[in-house]
């Protein structure tokens, strides 16, 4: 397998080889995103000795990660030591949206990113892209090469997570439409990944599901889905997060949209024809943590058709989970017959594609 070359600045420049006959260890791997600590790693670091195991196939950064002095040039360094551990390139992501929603931060000596309220309030082309250019630009120099951005919710000014923090460029589903192909248009200039989230829409939910259950089914309506199906039209997306919201518009269960098959495997890929990347939102948040188990909640995800599960570690007073212990447990179900092999090599197969392409 092949890393990825950093020159300067990190790019998907480099293809890595994939096939059918790699491990299950590998494999499974692949599915799993974590969060680290501290701002720089050595030899001996947890993460490093997850990456070099297999455990891993990607990397999510924080503020906390950045160190404040040199940021850049320690950043940079970080995400090289990181891929260098790595037999399959990793993927390295950030919340980059700008706004409330900014690691990145001018007080780092980053240029400011502002929120997607105020490039939707803005309106202009220009400025759209050229937003979305100084993100990508920074992502870039630093070694990150995913952004779970753009945000895709309609602006909806009731929902605490979401319209009260800025984090929606419009209610018109067209302008959110056009504005996050600009930003996405941007990314793909400088070869970084976004990834569009959170489907099937939490713009209109009423709660935070970093906090407990959102149950958007009084609010949702079909219209929120129309920024995924513009976009997906358009070849436009790189990969897809689900939203931990309870739709019974969607799947009567109640099962949230990251566990649902209904919503993930009948409606995103048989009925609107998504064939690429699902990524969960993190599971540790306490809409998913506080009412399903480690086991259970990564089983349901992956019959439902999430491909990469994200652990950040970052949730206050959830359950925290390494590498091995999530990876063991999936290896587990497999082993018992309880996931099949099938499924496994189609999430692997999605993964690897994304990774290769430009």
Known sequence: MKKFLLICSFLWVV??????????????GQMIMIGMNGSAVTDQSPIINAIQKRYVGGVLLFEFNLNPFQTETKLAALTNKLQDAASIPLIIAIDQEGGKVNRLKTKYGFKEMPSAKTIGLKNDDEYTTEIGNTIADALQRCGINMNFAPVLDVDNPNCPVLGKLQRCYDADVSKITHMASLIMEAHAAKGIKTVVK?????????????????????YWTQKELLPYKNLLASNHINAI?????????????????????KIINDLLRTE?????????????MHAISK????????????????DIFIFSNNIENATQYTPANIHASIKKMVLNHEISLERIDESYQRIMSMKMSR
């Open 198 to 218: 959170h489907f099937p829409g939490h713009g209109n939910s009423r709660t935070d599901s970093h906090k407990g259950l959102a149950d958007v089914s009084n």
């Open 241 to 261: 997060m689900t939203g931990h919201l309870i739709n019974k518009k969607l799947d009567p269960s109640g099962l949230p949209a990251t566990l649902s098959k």
């Open 15 to 28: 293809t890595p080889s994939f096939s059918q006959s790699d491990s299950l260890d590998i494999k499974i």
């Open 272 to 284: 609107m024809g998504y064939q690429g990347v699902v990524i969960s939102d993190d599971m540790q």
């Open 291 to 306: 009412y399903y188990g480690l086991k259970e909640s990564i089983r349901l995800g992956i019959l439902a058709g999430v």
